[in-house]
């Protein structure tokens, strides 16, 4: 290899490892899912899971994820009635329709609802 062409091909490969030892040192892990929290977010450890919490001033949040469990539906009835028993009581209200998304051999069920919540401050 050439010291031109040696140069032309470390230069991106360089660029290429630092961005994805970066985008490594944001990414996060839970169970078989790798995903990038969302900045400003505060994690937590939860008893089944794991969690991020935005406090602001204007606005609040939560992110949850829960310990998976065998099912014994399709992944919107387990979606349904995963909300039912956890979100429910806190947000009442039907579950929203989930966003399905297959990836191998399971299907990951996604939903977001918008909800007025009272807290003590």
Same mark, same amino acid.
């Given at each position: 290899?050439?010291?031109?062409l040696r140069r032309t091909f470390l230069g991106p490969l360089l660029?290429?490892?630092?961005?994805?030892?970066?985008?490594?040192? =944001? $990414?996060d892990r839970?169970?078989?899912?790798?995903?990038? /929290? #969302?900045p400003g977010w505060t994690a937590r450890e939860a008893q089944d899971?794991?969690?991020?919490?935005?406090?602001g001033t204007d606005r609040e949040g939560i992110?949850?994820?829960h310990a998976s469990r065998p099912a014994s539906g399709t992944a919107s009835q387990e979606f349904?009635?995963?909300? =039912? $028993?956890?979100?429910?009581?806190?947000?009442?209200?039907? /579950? #929203?329709?989930?966003?399905?998304?297959?990836?191998?051999?399971y299907t990951a069920a996604m939903g977001a609802r918008q909800a007025?919540?009272?807290?003590?401050r």
């Open positions: 290899m050439t010291p031109a660029g290429a490892a630092l961005a994805l030892t970066t985008s490594a040192a =944001r $990414a839970f169970e078989y899912l790798t995903y990038a /929290p #969302p899971g794991k969690l991020y919490l935005r406090n992110i949850t994820f349904a009635a995963t909300w =039912r $028993a956890l979100v429910a009581p806190i947000a009442p209200g039907p /579950p #929203p329709e989930p966003r399905l998304q297959p990836d191998g051999d007025p919540a009272a807290c003590n």
